[in-house]
Nanobody, 121 residues
Framework: QVQLVESGGGLVQAGGSLKLSCAASGSIVNLNVMGWYRQAPGKQRERVATITTGGSTYYADSVKGRFTISGDNAKNTVYLQMNSLKPEDTAVYYC???????????????WGQGTQVTVSS
């Protein structure tokens, strides 16, 4: 009922930058939170950054000062500007939308397909 399409991943050198985008579409009644998680091989999925429709943000300690999350409420789109990238940022990045879909009782999580970010040293 809610679809997320991500873009912007790629291969960059340490110290470089990437900007990820994620657009949500579908029968959305209320989009509460959008954000980004990442998962490196053999590791648990980690919350990177989230933003509410009201503009409240969360950042993992590991990315504070380097990553910036922003959103466009009118387009149901979230962005993640990643600067000063480090090899440890290498992971598959997944977009999350926590949303209430039409015809459902409660908000649930919806996930994008993931986009690979690789940072070389």
């Amino acid at each position: 009922q809610v679809q997320l399409v991500e873009s912007g991943g790629g291969l960059v050198q340490a110290g470089g930058s990437l900007k990820l985008s994620c657009a949500a579409s579908g029968s959305i009644v209320n989009l509460n939170v959008m954000g980004w998680y990442r998962q490196a091989p053999g590791k648990q999925r980690e919350r990177v950054a989230t933003i509410t429709t009201g503009g409240s943000t969360y950042y993992a300690d590991s990315v504070k000062g380097r990553f910036t999350i922003s959103g466009d409420n009118a387009k149901n789109t979230v962005y993640l500007q990643m600067n000063s990238l480090k090899p440890e940022d290498t992971a598959v990045y997944y977009c999350l939308a926590h949303a209430l879909a039409s015809g459902t009782f409660a908000s649930t999580n919806y996930w994008g397909q993931g986009t690979q970010v690789t940072v070389s040293s």
